[in-house]
């Protein structure tokens, strides 16, 4: 996955007042770590208050969708963001995993009209997730929480219109 056309980063997003969750995978944990203080910081740096955060570990990203569809159900979130990590080994087990925690994660944006900050790592190799986890390629678990962030904020302006 490339950068390459990826947003500025967004200084002027105000999360104060704002509740979000983050679901995070234990597989791969040691870079899913980094992702969640990617989040967790980048959260914390546009003024979402640390006990406004609401942060659970699953086994792994198949079990993200419904943790974040569990998150979603208490009403009381304005977003949720979805970490973990799959790096494809021999056999087709990886594209099933992307491909429906992708599909779920995004299902449950749009049946609850609340978004859903996407970090789930899908890589070839353990180099490129490292290096998307804040190496080289920055670090993907800020981006879903700006993501987060900013989807908050259009939903709120569109709904004022």
Do not use: Y
């Amino acid at each position: 996955m490339s950068s390459d056309g990826a947003p500025e980063s967004l200084h002027g997003l105000d999360g104060k007042g704002l509740r979000f969750g983050i679901v995070a995978a234990r597989f791969h944990q040691e870079i899913v770590d980094r992702l969640l203080e990617g989040s967790l910081t980048t959260f914390q740096q546009h003024g979402v208050a640390a006990e406004d955060i609401l942060s659970v570990r699953v086994p792994g990203a198949w079990e993200i969708p419904l943790a974040v569809q569990a998150m979603m159900s208490r009403g009381d979130l304005d977003g949720v963001v979805a970490l973990g990590v799959v790096i494809r080994g021999e056999t087709p087990h990886f594209d099933f995993i992307c491909a429906e925690c992708s599909a779920q994660c995004a299902e449950i944006a749009v049946r609850s009209g609340r978004p859903v900050g996407f970090g789930l790592l899908t890589c070839e190799t353990r180099g490129q997730a490292d290096a998307r986890s804040g190496g080289a390629a920055g670090n993907k678990g800020e981006e879903a929480a700006l993501a987060c962030l900013e989807m908050t904020a259009a939903l709120r302006s569109i709904s004022k219109s």
